[in-house]
């Protein structure tokens, strides 16, 4: 059985939810430091399931910094992942910072997400490519 941070448990049992399955063995693969795919259906979780060892993750090791980007081909589903990680993120209490980053983006964020950046980042490929090009990108990108 895998065992969730307390304050991740108790937000599942607040909601009168156990986690799924798929849910469970996405964190059990990350923990163990393997790859994994998903394919589920419509509402079975999979945001959730994806961003579950972040979620632990933090909740167990707070940091500031990157600790996961998420490259999404869509700027509109990037926007969604962010609503639907925000709110169990602030249910929980937990200080992570998910942000944006596309073409919609407004420069003056863009300039703090580098100086500054989100513990998750969600961004396109162009995007990415853009950010990827600055000389201080690494610093970003590093640990």
Request: hydrophobic share 40%.
């Amino acid at each position: 059985m895998i065992d969730l941070p307390p304050v991740v448990q108790r937000w599942f049992d607040s909601k009168g939810w156990a986690p799924r399955r798929h849910q469970l063995e996405m964190l059990e693969r990350a923990r163990a430091g393997r790859s994994a795919l998903l394919v589920a259906a419509t509402g079975a979780g999979k945001t959730l399931a994806g961003f579950l060892p972040t979620i632990c993750d933090l909740a167990e090791n707070p940091a500031d910094g990157l600790h996961t980007l998420y490259v999404s081909p869509l700027k509109a589903l990037a926007v969604d992942v962010q609503r639907n990680l925000i709110g169990p993120i602030e249910e929980m209490g937990l200080p992570i910072r998910v942000e944006t980053r596309t073409g919609d983006t407004p420069s003056d964020r863009k300039a703090r997400q580098r100086s500054k950046p989100p513990q998750v980042l969600l961004t396109t490929p162009e995007s990415l490519s853009l950010l990827l090009s600055y000389p201080d990108s690494v610093t970003m990108f590093e640990g």
